[in-house]
């Protein structure tokens, strides 16, 4: 068993025996945080500190403003290529969206050991210049080639480990789950409102137009990182003062099981919208410019309908059986869609579920690879799993493009049921989950 953060509040791990620290039980209170009497078992009240606030919002900001530029881009994509020269291969198409996944999968742990060892700040301003010159190089193409080097170089602006780790670093265990779902909140929000903007935008400037605002909006992100982000906590080394090695990160069962979670969820996400701009128009009858009258109430509600169990879920110690109920009804919608269900009303209530599913799971499963990762090691392990993240989008991209291709578009949908039943089997053998803050430890 790894050692864990000394805030972790994590229960018994069976194979072992080992319980959290005291420690872990009562983590020490942030510089900031107001000092008063305890509250009465029971209370549930812990609110976030203002420095945890600025710190969680500035940079779910960052998360933000760089995911605008990407989400720009997926509405309006798979229609553009196929009149480019080489757009007329799905396949090609597929790579051309999860080729930037691949990039980041190769460098999302070395920014994260980088991270822990120069700084998060400095490792993500460069990550923002990385990804900024691979938004203008595909500002500039002519045909999908060109395109896949672009989005090749975006994505080696590989800071999602940094940004991550740098919540945890801000934040106390029982604040981390908020932390990670205003993260969600923001991308959520601007996935949102790139379905509205994206096909005006696509009208007005076009997709090179598109590529460039992305450039400008993680130059934009650079300035909230330098300006307002406020500096990261000092880091905590082992009491030898070695750090935990990679391998030992790697090969802990729990946090394989957690990263294979993020690889399947995005995945199951890229696959899913490299057939559903398409589909929306062709089985719905929903023109391009018209698809976001559908996507953002659905995404909007989704957030209200997802922010209370998981609170909940937290306050409660069952983190466990809502995460294991958000897999198995991504699967359900997935299995429902490869049905072909036809018309708008079908159609929204199974991207309402996907939706709800897919974002208690994106802010539940960064909390808890940071709860169970060695405070040392926090960024190398934020970059392992934001690595599987990644090359689930290449997979993904690349997935959905053949199997189109070979077998239709349906096809997608079963091969994407697959892939979650097989995760449901995987998060249902796992060991450690969050204890409640009331006491006690959850069930394993």
């Known amino acids: 068993m790894l050692p864990q953060s000394p805030d972790s509040r994590v229960g018994a791990d069976p194979a072992t025996g080992l319980r959290a620290s005291q420690a872990a039980r009562e983590p020490r209170r942030p510089k900031g945080a107001r000092r008063g009497r305890s509250r009465a078992p029971g209370a549930t009240r812990d609110p976030m500190t203002p420095g945890e606030l600025r710190a969680s919002v500035s940079l779910a900001s960052i998360f933000a403003l ?39 999968g190769v460098l999302q742990i070395p920014f994260g050991i980088a991270s822990d ?3 998060r700040k400095r490792v993500i301003v460069v990550g923002l210049l990385v990804f900024a010159v691979g938004s203008f190089v595909a500002a500039g193409a002519e045909d999908l080639l060109t395109t896949i080097v672009g989005r090749a170089v975006q994505g080696a602006g590989a800071i999602s480990a940094a940004v991550t780790a740098f919540i945890a670093d801000s934040t106390r265990d029982s604040q981390r789950t ?34 460039a605002l992305t450039g400008l909006l993680a130059l934009a992100a650079i300035g909230v990182v330098t300006l307002v ?8 080394a082992a009491a030898d003062g070695s750090r935990t090695p990679l391998i030992r990160i790697a090969a802990e069962p729990d946090l394989l099981r957690l990263n294979f979670g993020i690889f399947t969820l995005h995945a199951v996400q890229m ?9 929306l128009a062709d089985r719905a009858g929903l023109e391009l410019g018209d698809h976001w009258k559908i996507y953002l109430p659905v995404v909007l509600l989704s957030f209200a309908l997802m922010v209370p169990p998981l609170l909940r879920s937290e306050r409660t110690g069952q983190v466990r059986g809502l995460f294991l109920a958000s897999v198995a009804l991504l699967l359900a ?29 994106e802010a539940s499963l960064p909390s808890l690879v940071s709860r169970l990762a060695p405070a040392d090691a926090k960024g190398a392990a934020l970059g392992i799993y934001n ?39 995987v998060a249902a053998r796992q060991r450690r989950w969050p204890a409640s803050p009331r006491g006690g430890e959850a069930a394993a």
């Open 387 to 425: 690595t599987t993240q990644a090359l689930g989008l290449f997979f993904g991209g690349v997935l959905g493009g053949w199997v189109q291709q070979g077998w239709g578009r349906a096809a997608v949908f079963g091969a994407c049921a697959g892939l979650m039943a097989l995760w449901l089997l």
């Open 178 to 211: 908020k932390a990670m779902a205003m993260v969600g909140g923001s991308i959520g929000l601007t996935f949102a409102l790139s379905l509205v903007a994206a096909p005006l935008l696509y009208d007005a400037i076009g997709m090179g137009g598109i590529f």
């Open 271 to 279: 696959a899913m919208f490299v057939v559903l701009p398409t589909w």
């Open 333 to 361: 919608v997935q299995l429902a869609l490869a049905l072909q269900p036809a018309g708008l009303v079908a159609f929204a209530a199974l991207l309402l579920a996907f939706f709800v599913g897919f974002n208690i799971l």
């Open 117 to 119: 060892r120069f700084g």
């Open 66 to 104: 760089r995911m605008l530029g990407l989400f720009l881009i997926l509405p309006v994509f798979a229609v553009h290529a196929s009149g480019m020269p080489g757009g007329d291969d799905a396949t090609m198409i597929g790579l051309a969206l999860g080729i930037y996944g691949l990039t980041q």
């Open 229 to 236: 982000t406020p500096p990261a906590p000092q880091g905590e």
